[in-house]
């Protein structure tokens, strides 16, 4: 019994913590689409407001939703 109920609240942890909005994001670099990852929550608004840097350039960062 006592492994169904941690199996249970295992399972509703990982459901929880499973919905970050979490997205793939590229900028459109001189030589076409350049894919930069996966971004979640803080760090993925904090692209889509400021840009991705790459030297001295900052592009404007487009994320789609997986």
């Known amino acids: 019994m006592k492994y169904l109920i941690g199996l249970g609240l295992l399972t509703?942890?990982?459901?929880?913590?499973?919905?970050?909005?979490?997205?793939?994001?590229h900028y459109d670099g001189p030589s076409g689409e350049v894919e930069?990852?996966?971004?979640?929550?803080?760090?993925?608004?904090?692209?889509?407001d400021n840009g991705y840097t790459l030297d001295d350039t900052v592009?404007?960062?487009?994320?789609?939703?997986?």
């Open 12 to 25: 509703v942890l990982f459901s929880v913590s499973s919905c970050n909005k979490c997205h793939e994001c």
């Open 36 to 48: 930069i990852g996966e971004y979640c929550d803080d760090e993925l608004k904090n692209l889509e």
């Open 59 to 66: 592009y404007t960062v487009h994320c789609n939703e997986h």
